[in-house]
């Protein structure tokens, strides 16, 4: 574990509640000797669990691993577990919200069950503490998941708390993942593996832009009827939103003829201070649409393609 790493996971450790006294700095280290120690895989699964319990304070742990060979299956190397599991109905509750937990991508913390409908739920956390999950990733996919069981708090968790746990289980399950490395043979790296995140992470983009383009597009409409006090301000008006959409890829849409296009206040006729228009290329060349002498009713649509330029298949 360099350095660096290990201070910032000390640091971490130190925020989180009924930790700030102990000594992190200590089992930070002992982290770091494991893992740099030529154990085999069992026997570091074993000595590793009592050290996730030492620098979460926390009762109970648990290190699923992928059963080579078989697919879906997994398997436990547990620290524990029978003080926070009494009885069977609950092993097996416990045993879907792990399977929920495998499909995350980022950590996880579970709250238990107080009320009666998630009691009842067949993925429900029924051992009265925070459960934390870390996902140890291999490519982007999970090859093994550390649970922690954290201990019973005073008071609800706090969101910068909340968000401190998940860093930290991030930090420990990326080191630890050093530590497999060492000691387990890593499938290698696939095309279809880095087509199907690409896939997902283009879909999250796109939810994303929608919602800028959503965001931007309520904000603009707030200026609709707005008009400065001179032409040169409605203009420095106009070039502001072109210069804001245009950071995103987007345009307004104008309403004349639905083509995306630049919104600009020019000089018309007798309009003291200008008249808002829409700039495009149509087929017919340059147009201008509009004329309004107060900011218009602004929609926003996606940036256009630009014109006459091809691009080979292969580029």
Not at 133 to 150: K, M, N, R
């Amino acid at each position: 574990m360099e350095i660096m790493d290990a201070q910032v996971l000390e640091q971490a450790l130190l925020g989180l509640p009924n930790l700030a006294s102990r000594p992190a700095g200590t089992h930070v280290q002992d982290l770091a000797t494991l893992i740099d120690s030529d154990l085999p895989l069992q026997m570091f699964l074993e000595q590793l669990l009592p050290q996730l319990c030492n620098l979460f304070a926390a009762p109970a742990a648990v290190a699923w691993m992928k059963t080579q060979g078989t697919a879906g299956a997994v398997f436990g190397v547990r620290y524990r577990m029978d003080q926070v599991l009494s009885s069977i109905n609950e092993q097996k509750k416990h045993e879907r919200l792990v399977q929920v937990a495998w499909q995350q991508r980022a950590p996880m913390l579970a709250e238990p069950a107080t009320k009666q409908a998630e009691i009842r739920s067949d993925s429900s956390n029924t051992t009265g503490h925070l459960i934390l999950f870390g996902p140890i990733l291999h490519f982007g996919e999970p090859i093994a998941l550390l649970e922690i069981v954290l201990p019973k708090l005073r008071a609800a968790l706090t969101a910068p708390q909340r968000h401190l746990y998940l860093r930290c289980a991030q930090l420990v399950a990326e080191r630890i993942y050093g530590g497999l490395r060492q000691r387990m043979s890593m499938p290698a790296a696939s095309l279809g593996q880095a087509l199907a995140q690409l896939k997902q992470l283009t879909g999250e983009v796109e939810s994303m832009q929608q919602q800028i383009r959503r965001t931007l597009e309520a904000r603009l409409q707030q200026f609709s009827g707005w008009s400065f006090m001179s032409l040169a301000e409605n203009q420095e008006f106009a070039k502001l939103v072109q210069q804001l959409l245009d950071t995103h890829g987007l345009r307004v849409e104008c309403p004349e003829c639905g083509n995306p296009a630049i919104l600009r206040c020019l000089r018309a006729g007798n309009a003291k201070h200008g008249a808002f228009v829409y700039d495009h290329y149509l087929d017919s060349g340059r147009t201008f649409h509009g004329g309004p002498t107060t900011v218009p009713l602004i929609r926003v649509v996606p940036k256009p393609a630009r014109r006459g330029i091809a691009v080979r298949p292969d580029e």
